[in-house]
Every structure is written in structure tokens, then in C-alpha cells.
């Protein structure tokens, strides 16, 4: 089991340590359950959905890299295909507050990147910031995905965002966790193809400047990222923060890196390369290689 989750399980009911050992003991448990898996632990422990999913909070909070704020935030996302999938907040020493990814952020781009086409709900430990609940509603299940929250009774996002603006204000048809395919060549070795599949994969409808980020590993995990954009713009995901996430809740650290490649445009309208080498620095890593998408 990664250290990281001892604590908190060992606070859980003995029934549903029983039922995750056999995941948990993963040292690379991918901090997802399929919906087998799912099924599997409502069956032995008796809880309901909602309950189950407060119950695994602790262990989605235990992912979280908060050096700045010391504030441990912990969600999990569930698909539509039955999978669930944690999420926890990540800062960046040396950056900028910019670049730091919510929990619900954290949570909703694992799913997308795991394949998740639309999610039903999302159970977090603290009340969602405007920020995440601005995120949110880019994603194709809209204002109708279901906020939990602990002692609270579940309620759709439409009321937690009232007099919402976002994609749909806009006649975006492309959804954030649609299905998309920019159609960019794939060339180069396979690090540099893994960065032009994520940009291709892109949620970039307001820039119109895909791009994608994959991180070679010491193992040989290559370990992808696609960009996200937002109606409101600053809750945007730049490409390398949804790969650090990956990677980083996939049980991965920051030291196993060994090449970083970002695929982006020639002339794209927004520029990624300089925020992602600075970010790469700041964790101790060297510049990232450029592809160009052609």
C-alpha cells in the first residue's frame, strides 16, 4: 500500500478495509475503482452510493500535494460507466497560485483521461469554491451533475451555480469529456506521439490552441495530459497540470521523471511552453521538448 494511505485507512470500518486491500495493496493503484470494483465494495460493506463514496473521501484526500496551503482536499467523481474516480487538490512551490488544481478539477480530469465520456455526480469534502463550480459546468453533464457534500442532502450543480454563464451561452457545441479528435499527424518517437494524442484530445473550443503534455517516466510509463479550457477562462487546466495529476495519483512522483514533451501549434494563439518549463523547474525537472502540430 503507498504510505500515503495508511492514516487514513486505518480509520475506516473493518469491513471496507477488508474490501479495498486487495486494490490498495497496489503500490500504483491507479486511485480508481471500475464499476465491478464499485459493486463489489456495496456489496460488503451494505452502503448505499452516497455513503460509500463519503466513506472513501479520506483516501482521495490523502492524494493531495498541498505544500502552500496545508489543506488536504479530497473528491471523487462518478461516471455514468459505474467507475469512480478520485481527485485531491495539488500546489506547485516556486509558481504561481495559478497553477494549482482543485480537487474537483483533480477528480474530473482523472475520469476524462481514464476514458469517462460523462459523469452523474461528484462527492467532495468541502463545500466546492466558485472557481470549481465554474469548471464544472463545462462539463457535458452541465448544471444537472449531482454536488455531495457531508451533512448535506445531494443537489444538482444548477444550485450551487444559479444564473450560471458557460458553453452553452456561448453555442459551444464540443462538451468538456466529448468525445473529440483535432486530427493532428502523429509523428516523432513515442513520447512525442503521446503529447500529440493528448492535444488532439483537447478541450480548446475559445483559443482554438490545443496542445498536450506526456511525461516519460524511469520505468517507461509514459503519462499523458490534455488541455482544458473554460467559458470563464481562469478555471482553464493547462496540459501539464492534468498529467502531473495523473501521475501523481497514480502513486507516481515528481523525481521519476526523465522527459517531459509539449505538443502545441507553431503560432497558436495562446502559448503554453513558457508556464510549462517554469512549472517543470519549479518540481525539479528540466525543460520539456517541443512538437509542433501539424
Not at 25 to 34: G, K, V
Not at 174 to 195: C, E, F, P, T
Not at 198 to 215: D, E, Q, T
Not at 262 to 289: F, K
Request: charged share 15%.
Amino acid at each position: 500500500m503507498h504510505p500515503r494511505f495508511h492514516a487514513a485507512f486505518a480509520q475506516l470500518d473493518s469491513r471496507l478495509q477488508a474490501a479495498l486491500a486487495p486494490a490498495l495493496n497496489d503500490p500504483h493503484f491507479p486511485a480508481m475503482f471500475s464499476a465491478g470494483q464499485v459493486a463489489g465494495l456495496l456489496a460488503a460493506t451494505g452502503l448505499d452510493e452516497n455513503a460509500l463514496s463519503f466513506a472513501l473521501l479520506p483516501l482521495a484526500a490523502a492524494c493531495a500535494r498541498a505544500e502552500l496551503s496545508q489543506f488536504n482536499v479530497g473528491a471523487i467523481a462518478r461516471g455514468a460507466s459505474g467507475s469512480w474516480y478520485f481527485g485531491a487538490n495539488m500546489e506547485f512551490v516556486g509558481t504561481t497560485m495559478q497553477q494549482t488544481v482543485h480537487a474537483e478539477q483533480s477528480a474530473i480530469s482523472h475520469a476524462w483521461l481514464r476514458g469517462e465520456r460523462t459523469l452523474r455526480a461528484i462527492t467532495v469534502n468541502y463545500t466546492p469554491c466558485g472557481h470549481c463550480r465554474q469548471f464544472m459546468n463545462e462539463l457535458n453533464s452541465g448544471l444537472d451533475l449531482q454536488i455531495n457534500l457531508p451533512g448535506r442532502a445531494p443537489a444538482a450543480l444548477r444550485e450551487y451555480l444559479p444564473d450560471a454563464f458557460g458553453p452553452r451561452d456561448l453555442e459551444i457545441k464540443n462538451l468538456l469529456m466529448d468525445d473529440v479528435n483535432h486530427g493532428y499527424v502523429q509523428h516523432g518517437d513515442a513520447l512525442s506521439r503521446a503529447a500529440i494524442a493528448a492535444a488532439n484530445r483537447s478541450h480548446a473550443p475559445y483559443s482554438a490552441a490545443p496542445s498536450g503534455v506526456a511525461l516519460l517516466l524511469d520505468n517507461g510509463v509514459i503519462v499523458s495530459g490534455s488541455y482544458a479550457e473554460n467559458a470563464a477562462f481562469n478555471p482553464t487546466l493547462p496540459p501539464l497540470q492534468v498529467a502531473l495529476n495523473l501521475l501523481n495519483l497514480s502513486g507516481y512522483d515528481y523525481a521519476q521523471i526523465r522527459r517531459a514533451a509539449l505538443a502545441e501549434r507553431a503560432d497558436p494563439r495562446l502559448i503554453q511552453w513558457d508556464a510549462t518549463a517554469a512549472t517543470l523547474n519549479a518540481i525539479g525537472c528540466g525543460a520539456p521538448e517541443r512538437v509542433l502540430l501539424a
